[in-house]
């Protein structure tokens, strides 16, 4: 199983940013989807988690509104669309695959993770 995350970078406060994650060597729709990140000196903390379906998403408070989880079964790829972005976003940003149909909010119940894209945000 690979999970390979994309698209993260440096950007200004305010800006967008788009984070893919292609996922390889499981049955992508047996899977819910999350996305994780960790500050430096912080505990990794769940951002955003879709179910199989792509029909119910959770997002931490910290990034409602301005963040959007999508998942698109066909290309075994989901998504993180990160806009106004702060520079308490700053972090490293990993993808987790989850086995089962229910949405998942503890890094444990992840079965797989990716090696993690860094998302910097300058003031």
């Known amino acids: 199983v690979q999970l390979v995350e994309s698209g993260g970078g440096l950007v200004q406060a305010g800006g967008s940013l788009r984070l893919s994650c292609a996922a390889s060597g499981l049955s992508f729709m047996s899977y819910g989807m999350g996305w994780f990140r960790q500050a430096p000196g912080k505990e990794r903390e769940l951002v955003a988690t879709?179910?199989?379906?792509?029909?119910?998403?959770y997002y931490a408070n910290s990034v409602k509104g301005r963040f959007t989880i999508s998942r698109d079964n066909a290309k075994n790829t989901v998504y993180l669309q990160m806009n106004s972005l702060k520079a308490e976003d700053t972090a490293i940003y990993y993808c987790a695959a989850s086995r089962g149909y229910g949405l998942k909010y503890v890094a444990r119940q992840y079965d797989y993770w990716g090696q993690g894209t860094q998302v910097t945000v300058s003031s």
């Open positions: 879709i179910n199989w379906s792509d029909d119910n998403t």
